[in-house]
C-alpha cells in the first residue's frame, strides 16, 4: 500500500468533488423544486440541505490547488522565489488556456446551434461592438466576476477565484514557510475579522492555508494507516467530521464547514484509493473535472433542463447529467487532439516557460 497522496489521489478526490459539484448545481432547489422530482430519501427539507451542502466541494477544490501548488514548489529551491513565479505564471495560462477552447465552443454552440442571441447577453442598450467584444473577451478569460460584466455561464464565477487563488499562491506559501503552524489559526480566523461573507476568497482561505500546511508538511502521509482498528476509527471521525460540517453549514457560517473540507482527500486517499474499480471511475472522471465544470450548467440549466429533469429520480437525473458531461468532455478533448489546438498549448505553454524564466532571471532582478 503505497504512503503518499499522490496525483492519482488528486484525481480520485477530483472526482468525488465533480460528483458533488453537480449534484449541489443540478438539484438547487429554485431550479429542481418545478419539475416535482424524486427525492429517493422522501424528507424534501432534508434532501435539499444535503445538497446544497455539497458546495463545500468548492473548499475541496481550493484545498487541491493549494495541496498541489505548495508539493511543487517545495521541490525547488527553498530559496528560488524566481521559480516558484515561473511555475504560478505556467500554471495561470494553462488554465487561461483550458478556458478559451470551452469559451470557443460555448461561443459557436449557442448562437449557431440553439439559436441564441449573444448581442442581448454582451451588449447594453448604447454600447458601441467594440464594448461588446471587450465583455466577451473579459468573459473569455475567466475575470467577469472581478469587472461585473456579463458572464455566458453564472458558474463560472469560479473561474474568477482560481486565477486570483493561483496569482496568490506563492505569497501564501511563502508566508506559511515563515510563520509554519501561526499561519493556520490566522486563516481561519481572518474570513471572520475583516472580510465579509461576499468575498470568496475570504471564504475559501481556511481551505487554502490547510492545503498549503498539508502539503508542506506531509501530513496525509503521515496519517496513513495500514492498522484495520485504526482505519475504522479514523473512518469514524471522518464521518463525524464531515457531520459536523453539514452542521456548521445549515445552522451557522459555511467558512467553518469549509475548514472540514480536508475530510474529503483524506477518505479519498486512505480509502477509496483502494477500492478497485471505483478508484479507476473516479480518476477517469477526476481527469475531465475541468470540461466537466466548465459545461455542466450549460447542459441542465442554460439548453437542455427539460431532458435532464425529465429523468425525474436523483439518481437518474445525476446519472443523465454526468453522463452527458462527460461525453461532452471527451468531445472536446477530441477537438483540442484533432485540431492541433494541444499541440499549440504545449507551444505558448514553453514560450511562457522561456520568457518567464529570462523575465525572472537574477540577471534581470538584479538590474
Not at 464547514?257 to 477509496?272: C, D, E, G, K, R
Amino acid at each position: 500500500m503505497k504512503a503518499s497522496f499522490s496525483k492519482e489521489d488528486t484525481l480520485i478526490t477530483k472526482g468525488i468533488l465533480i460528483i458533488m459539484l453537480l449534484i449541489h448545481h443540478v438539484f438547487n432547489a429554485a431550479d429542481a423544486m418545478p419539475y416535482g422530482i424524486d427525492t429517493v430519501i422522501g424528507d424534501t427539507e432534508l434532501f435539499y440541505d444535503i445538497t446544497s451542502y455539497c458546495r463545500i466541494c468548492i473548499a475541496g477544490f481550493a484545498f487541491l490547488t493549494a495541496y498541489g501548488m505548495t508539493q511543487k514548489f517545495k521541490r525547488m529551491d527553498s530559496d528560488d522565489s524566481a521559480s516558484c513565479f515561473v511555475l504560478t505564471i505556467k500554471r495561470l495560462v494553462k488554465l487561461e488556456l483550458s478556458i478559451y477552447i470551452v469559451y470557443v465552443l460555448a461561443v459557436l454552440y449557442k448562437r449557431f446551434i440553439v439559436g441564441q442571441s449573444l448581442q442581448s447577453l454582451y451588449r447594453n442598450e448604447g454600447e458601441s461592438v467594440a464594448a461588446m467584444l471587450l465583455h466577451m473577451f473579459i468573459d473569455m478569460t475567466g475575470m467577469s466576476c472581478y469587472t461585473e460584466t456579463a458572464r455566458i455561464n453564472i458558474t463560472w464565477w469560479y473561474l474568477s477565484y482560481a486565477i486570483l487563488l493561483i496569482i496568490a499562491m506563492p505569497f501564501v506559501y511563502f508566508a506559511y514557510k515563515k510563520f509554519r503552524w501561526l499561519l493556520i489559526p490566522a486563516g481561519c480566523l481572518l474570513p471572520h475579522a475583516i472580510l465579509n461573507s461576499k468575498v470568496s476568497f475570504a471564504l475559501l482561505l481556511p481551505a487554502v492555508v490547510l492545503g498549503t500546511a498539508f502539503s508542506y508538511e506531509e501530513w496525509f502521509d503521515q496519517m496513513k494507516c495500514r492498522n484495520i482498528r485504526q482505519m475504522i476509527v479514523r473512518g469514524i471521525i471522518s464521518v463525524v467530521l464531515l457531520y459536523i460540517a453539514y452542521l456548521c453549514y445549515i445552522t451557522t457560517n459555511t467558512v467553518f464547514s469549509y475548514t472540514l473540507a480536508v475530510t474529503i482527500p483524506y477518505i479519498a486517499f486512505q480509502y477509496i484509493s483502494g477500492i478497485p474499480g471505483l478508484n479507476i471511475l473516479l480518476k477517469y472522471i477526476g481527469k475531465h473535472a475541468t470540461n466537466i465544470f466548465m459545461t455542466h450548467t450549460f447542459i441542465y440549466y442554460y439548453f437542455y433542463p427539460d431532458f435532464i429533469y425529465s429523468f425525474h429520480s436523483f439518481p437518474y437525473i445525476l446519472l443523465a447529467l454526468a453522463g452527458t458531461s462527460l461525453c461532452v468532455s471527451i468531445v472536446i478533448e477530441l477537438i483540442k487532439k484533432i485540431t492541433g489546438y494541444n499541440r499549440l498549448s504545449d507551444r505558448i505553454l514553453k514560450y511562457v516557460d522561456d520568457k518567464a524564466k529570462l523575465l525572472f532571471s537574477k540577471e534581470n532582478l538584479h538590474c
